[in-house]
């Protein structure tokens, strides 16, 4: 089955430490995206990607950083520099960037210990 | 319509009933509007999108309205069931070089058996 799988599903966060969430899919899509949910708030935009070896700020990129090496992969971090980091991260993609629906992942809900 | 703080805008309704979630967005330059579901702990599904060079859109159970004099969209759920009970959010698509999804704060539906 073709999808989108974000790893781990919970992570826990100590002070100072940076951390990586996985984001994989296998359906050949060019962009990805990163979105952060709050509780009772919609989804704000971290970074996207267009296409390999290219990626953009969205309206909340400070304190995360992403990479774009191979097409089905888009990690991002979540540095220290990020002082309120608690929420639900969630992956999507999409076939091009010409206004296609997203396809989303199930999340990964981050934490600080 | 918003609300202040966490608390999403909830509707409640009986299951057999039509349900309508509202959504207004903010740019006139957007073209492309997707709706998406989203039950607790996984990410959003698309349920149905529509252009702006049209005011209706009929999927299985579901419609679009999009009324671009008032920026205003809908999504009508007919004979809700249980499993309908979700966050709903709209997401409109600016018209430019790059279609990046804006989201919505989202609408709780709550069917009652």
């Known amino acids: 089955d073709g999808g989108i799988t974000q790893s781990p599903k919970y992570l826990f966060r100590k002070e100072g430490q940076n951390v990586t969430l996985s984001c994989e899919q296998n359906?050949?899509?060019?962009?990805m995206y990163w979105y952060r949910q709050d509780p009772g708030q919609g989804l704000r935009l971290i970074y996207y990607?267009?296409?390999?070896?290219?990626?953009q700020k969205g309206d909340i990129a400070e304190g995360y950083s992403v990479s774009r090496e191979k097409k089905e992969s888009f990690p991002l971090t979540v540095t220290s520099a990020q002082k309120n980091p608690t929420a639900f991260y969630l992956c999507?993609?999409?076939?091009?960037?010409?206004?296609?629906?997203?396809?989303f992942g199930d999340g990964t809900r981050l934490s600080i210990l | 319509g918003e609300s202040v703080g966490l608390h999403l805008p909830t509707l409640s309704v009986q299951e057999g009933d039509n349900s309508i979630i509202n959504c207004a967005y903010s740019?006139?330059?957007?073209?492309?509007f997707i709706w998406y579901k989203q039950e607790s702990g996984k990410g959003p599904q698309f349920i149905i999108d529509?252009?702006?060079?049209?005011d209706k859109r009929q999927g299985q159970r579901v419609t679009v309205l999009l009324n671009k004099t008032v920026k205003h969209l809908s999504l009508q759920i007919a004979a809700t069931q249980p499993g309908d009970s979700a966050v709903y959010f709209c997401?409109?698509?600016?018209?430019?070089?790059?279609?990046?999804?804006?989201f919505g704060r989202g609408t709780s539906l709550i069917v009652h058996p």
């Open positions: 997401a409109e698509n600016i018209r430019g070089g790059s279609y990046i999804p804006t």
């Open positions: 359906l050949n899509h060019d962009a």
């Open positions: 990607s267009q296409i390999v070896n290219d990626f």
């Open positions: 740019n006139s330059a957007s073209d492309y």
């Open positions: 999507a993609s999409s076939i091009d960037r010409l206004g296609q629906p997203l396809h």
């Open positions: 529509i252009r702006s060079n049209m």
